[in-house]
T-cell receptor, first 114, second 120 residues
Framework: AQTVTQSQPEMSVQEAETVTLSCTYD???????LFWYKQPPSRQMILVIR??????QNATENRFSVNFQKAAKSFSLKISDSQLGDTAMYFC???????????FGQGTRLTINP | GAVVSQHPSRVICKSGTSVKIECRSLDFQATTMFWYRQFPKQSLMLMAT?????????EQGVEKDKFLINHASLTLSTLTVTSAHPEDSSFYIC????????????????FGPGTRLTVL
């Protein structure tokens, strides 16, 4: 069974700083999807970024980028120029194509301080 | 694109009553929807996978007769908590799986805003 581990329960940085959230996963699959979701205080889950395992290029979405290391089974999220609105719980998730189910990590609570 | 709504956002009910929560994909069709439960400061726990026109698949430990799921159309799934008790109080979240159209990526789940259920 696949597992996803987020080893940082909480992180805190100053506004405008860059922060990296860690995520590791365990799978024997070769093709799969990895996701980062953000859950702000409103509790609405928001898709931040998606990575397809067969793509070597790291996904980016504006200030959000990932460092996908397939051999190491690592999928970290980098937030550049952090903003107060980035304060949220961040969940890393894994999914096999066609399997439908998302496997979530435990989450990292990120606080951006003014 | 890829907007999922959930109604109601909050509900308070008396013990023993039933509560229905609706999940709608507003701008895309979703053959598959999911229902999650989230306890405070914890990750999401998948309760069931709902496929349009067929019976839901429940995760181990989730009572089928207590949490009734219906997915009657490509844009609507409902979760009914039957004979609710205080221990059913929680935050319930639905998601819909994109199919690569209308801005919804394939194999990607888009989430509703959640429903806070309080059973007195």
């Amino acid at each position: 069974a696949q597992t996803v581990t987020q080893s940082q329960p909480e992180m805190s940085v100053q506004e405008a700083e860059t922060v990296t959230l860690s995520c590791t996963y365990d799978t024997s699959e070769n093709n799969y999807y990895l996701f980062w979701y953000k859950q702000p205080p409103s509790r609405q889950m928001i898709l931040v970024i998606r990575q397809e395992a067969y793509k070597q290029q790291n996904a980016t979405e504006n200030r959000f980028s990932v460092n996908f290391q397939k051999a190491a089974k690592s999928f970290s999220l980098k937030i550049s120029d952090s903003q107060l609105g980035d304060t949220a719980m961040y969940f890393c998730a894994f999914m096999k194509p066609g399997a439908q189910k998302l496997v979530f990590g435990q989450g990292t609570r990120l606080t951006i301080n003014p | 694109g890829a907007v999922v709504s959930q109604h109601p956002s909050r509900v308070i009910c008396k013990s023993g009553t039933s509560v229905k929560i609706e999940c709608r994909s507003l701008d895309f069709q979703a053959t598959t929807m999911f229902w999650y439960r989230q306890f405070p400061k914890q990750s999401l726990m998948l309760m069931a996978t709902s496929n349009e026109g067929s019976k839901a698949t429940y995760e181990q430990g989730v009572e089928k007769d207590k949490f009734l799921i219906n997915h009657a159309s490509l844009t609507l799934s409902t979760l009914t908590v039957t004979s609710a008790h205080p221990e059913d109080s929680s935050f319930y979240i639905c998601s819909a799986r994109g199919q690569g159209i209308a801005g919804a990526l394939t194999d990607t789940q888009y989430f509703g805003p959640g429903t806070r259920l309080t059973v007195l």
